[in-house]
């Protein structure tokens, strides 16, 4: 090889890129306008369910917190980055998630990855459901401990590979999420608890999109099966219907405790801006004075789910502000996605990786920001779409599964 000619180093990525972007995987960035009730209006793509991420109390919150304590946390949560704003919101979230006690994390995504890897490693075996979000896989590769997929919401298939495994692994933790963000159902937490107690293993919810709307206070999937005290390990995140950024895990003193000294995505990252711990603690007081809020979108979800139907698109069973409309091949899915925007009608297409392959769908997400109109406005634009609307083909539950 000569000197002077240099191997490209990233010669590999080519091809790679290639490849992607034949398969119809290419995303791209576009920045989104500022906040404004109109832009906001017939914008269906966003987790902010409760409308609260431009709340005037919410907004005002964060820039107080920001006057007090600066922009950043400055350092990780042990070493000083932990503020009064912190301090207050993890109090707040415990008396709210009916818990000892909750450590903070710089994002959802942290919180899963630091509570899965520090209560199980190697020897110890994590029982997943397919459908759960990423960020549960990864804590579990990261944590070393055994990988057990488990088909999604089977829990005749969960209690078997339960029984089978008896003995084989240190320690078991089953991991769900309340409400799988890409379908909008639930998972069957009282059968997963039991199951769980009966083998002695740990249970871990992910309630990122459960907080703020199910159940009678708002407290997620856990409160609407009444399985509160039954969960050994609560993970949640800020950024969705709480409307800023940020996670945290809850549960029992001392694992909360060991969860803050042992995971690395918290110990080794710096702790969440105050503003947002501020805007989330302003946020969580709304969720609990104004019920009307997840009423509200609870019932916008339901109109959609029905007409949708009516018009001939495939729509799973579902509950919540999380409205899959299924539509198969993912180019179909951006083109579908493409004729909505063109109307002003802004869904997310969501494509695989992010779901299995021929299950790409719209992914509507209803905000109690938006009127009776704007979903009218979107149905009606669905029914007029030129994509051919799929049939019973791809009901989710015929799903492959590994
Ligand atoms: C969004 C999401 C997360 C990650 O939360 P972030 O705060 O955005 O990092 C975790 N789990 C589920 C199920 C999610 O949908």
Not at 213 to 224: M, P, Q, S, T, V
């Amino acid at each position: 090889m000569k000197a002077d000619q240099p191997v490209d180093p990233l010669a590999w990525l080519d091809a790679e890129w290639a490849d992607w972007t034949a398969q119809g995987l290419e995303r791209r960035l576009t920045p989104r306008r500022p906040h404004g009730r109109e832009s906001s209006l017939l914008d269906f793509s966003s987790n902010d369910y409760l409308g609260l991420s431009d709340d005037s109390r919410v907004i005002d919150a964060a820039i107080e917190a920001t006057r007090r304590f600066g922009t950043g946390a400055r350092a990780s949560a042990l070493v000083s980055g932990w503020t009064e704003e912190h301090e207050a919101l993890a109090a707040d979230l415990a008396a709210f998630e009916g818990v000892e006690t909750v450590a903070l994390a710089p994002t959802g995504y942290a919180a899963n990855l630091g509570a899965i890897a520090s209560v199980v490693g190697s020897g110890d075996a994590v029982y997943v459901d397919r459908l759960n979000h990423a960020c549960l896989m990864d804590g579990v590769r990261l944590s070393g401990a055994a990988l057990r997929v488990v088909p999604h919401n089977d829990v005749t298939r969960l209690a078997e590979i339960l029984t089978r495994d008896e003995g084989r692994y240190r320690r078991r933790l089953i991991a769900v999420d309340g409400v799988f963000s890409m379908d909008g159902d639930l998972a069957p937490l009282p059968k997963v608890c039991a199951l769980a107690e009966r083998h002695g293993a740990m249970t871990l919810v992910d309630e990122a999109h459960g907080t703020g709307l199910f159940g009678r206070g708002g407290r997620g999937a856990r409160e609407y099966w009444d399985v509160m005290e039954r969960v050994t390990i609560t993970v949640g995140t800020l950024s969705k219907a709480l409307g800023t950024l940020g996670g945290f895990v809850a549960g029992e003193r001392r694992l909360v405790r060991y969860v803050v000294q042992r995971a690395g995505p918290l110990v080794y990252s710096t702790a969440l801006p105050p503003a947002c711990a501020a805007a989330a603690r302003a946020a969580l007081a709304i969720v609990q004075a104004e019920p009307e809020r997840r009423i509200k979108v609870f019932a916008l979800a339901e109109r959609l789910r029905h007409e949708a139907r009516r018009a001939g698109w495939v729509v799973p069973e579902s509950l919540g502000p999380i409205v899959p409309i299924l539509v198969g091949e993912a180019d179909a899915t951006m083109r579908l996605a493409q004729e909505l925007k063109t109307k002003g009608v802004v869904v997310g297409a969501i494509r695989p990786p992010t779901v299995p392959r021929g299950t790409a769908r719209l992914r509507v997400s209803l905000s109690a920001r938006h009127s009776i109109e704007a979903v009218d406005r979107l149905i009606e634009t669905l029914r007029q779409a030129a994509i051919p609307k799929i049939g019973a083909l791809q009901e989710p539950n015929q799903r492959r599964t590994t």
